[in-house]
């Protein structure tokens, strides 16, 4: 709860000159967001060319850990990040466990084929080590937030907050790039780019028209999983209504 809160209350800070208008913004305009991930240029480069090559709202990278020193990376942000089903990247059993973080998108085919070719695909939440969005609901009054206990809302990270605002908004074109492959340490990176590949390696048979991607509209549900072991399905825009007739 308090990291959460402190990081709503620094994301917005850093954002602070742009909702002032004190830098030069506008609709148009592109804001990055990089953890503390190890990036090349390249894989921020990507990202902000895909969302405006996409006409994206948001594009997200992919972002890898290797648990317990293994061989081979799972993919990380998992409590934020949900598929354009609504649904976690990967299985988490009904324990917490991991046991099946290799196995990703097991019941989104679609998904999976374009995540394996990497290839762009519409998720309905992301952040993913590094992120990029337009700044237009910026301008429009969105902010980062914490979630509305007075309206029982699904406990959550401040991202997919984010996104869940953006997508009430209409900035509902979210991506994931599974070209732009990040890790949280500099060696570990230098393992993955091994195993994944560099973004420039990765797109060089890629045609334009490939990337393309045929928006949907949200899903009905969203997963909400405020602990691994507790998870629910509910309606993506829960509390939502409640807070556009109390604001």
């Keep these: 709860n308090d990291r959460i809160g402190k990081l709503v209350k620094l994301r917005n800070l850093v954002l602070g000159p742009l909702f002032k208008k004190e830098v030069n913004v506008s609709e148009e305009t592109t804001v990055v967001f990089i953890n503390d991930v190890a990036a090349c240029t390249e894989d921020i ?12 709202d948001m594009t997200c990278a992919m972002d890898w850990t290797f648990p317990g020193g293994a061989d081979d990376p799972t993919f990380y942000d998992v409590w934020i990040a949900r598929d354009g089903q609504g649904d976690t990247f990967f299985r988490i059993g009904e324990n917490g466990n991991w046991e099946r973080a290799w196995e990703l998108f097991p019941d989104n085919p679609q998904t999976k084929a374009r995540f394996e070719t990497h290839l762009p695909f519409q998720v309905f939440a992301c952040w993913n080590g590094a992120t990029a969005f337009t700044a237009a609901p910026l301008l429009e009054g969105l902010r980062f937030r914490m979630v509305n206990g007075t309206a029982d809302e699904c406990w959550q990270g401040e991202p997919e907050l984010f996104c869940k605002d953006m997508t009430f908004r209409g900035y509902d074109r979210i991506a994931v790039i599974p070209s732009v492959n990040l890790e949280y340490d ?8 091994m195993n994944k590949g560099y973004v420039t390696n990765l797109v060089q048979d890629i045609q334009e028209n490939d990337n393309r991607i045929v928006w949907q509209d949200p899903p009905e549900n969203v997963l909400c999983m405020p602990e691994f072991h507790r998870q629910s ?15």
Excluded: F, G, I
């Design 45 to 56: 480069l990507e990202l902000v060319l895909r969302r405006r090559n996409l006409n994206a």
């Design 233 to 247: 399905w509910r309606q993506w825009n829960e509390t939502l209504h409640w807070r556009e007739d109390n604001n």
């Design 186 to 193: 500099n060696e570990r990176a230098r393992r993955l780019k």
